[in-house]
């Protein structure tokens, strides 16, 4: 019973490794479209954030993009 339980622990390591890279993934793309488009590159940590991540997305779509209006290299 004693293996059971610590090859159980050592699947949650893993896991926790796996959702940490995937998050990563996620943030680094998220984190650079927020600077690109004028907006604190911070901002695209919601993008691990249920619903939040959505809203993020929706705000990078349809907001004005300061970089945009101050000439920047994408405006």
């Known amino acids: 019973m004693g293996e059971v339980q ?9 896991h926790w490794l796996w959702m940490l890279v995937f ?11 927020c600077k690109r488009a004028g ?3 911070w901002l695209g940590l919601l993008i ?4 939040l991540n959505l809203g993020l997305l929706y705000f990078l779509a ?3 993009w300061p970089a945009k ?3 920047g290299p994408y405006g």
């Open 69 to 71: 209006k101050n000439g």
């Open 6 to 14: 610590m090859y159980g622990n050592s699947m949650w390591a893993g």
């Open 23 to 33: 998050a990563l993934i996620a943030v680094i793309p998220a984190w650079r479209i």
């Open 39 to 41: 907006y604190p590159g």
């Open 48 to 51: 691990v954030v249920p619903l």
């Open 62 to 64: 349809f907001a004005k």
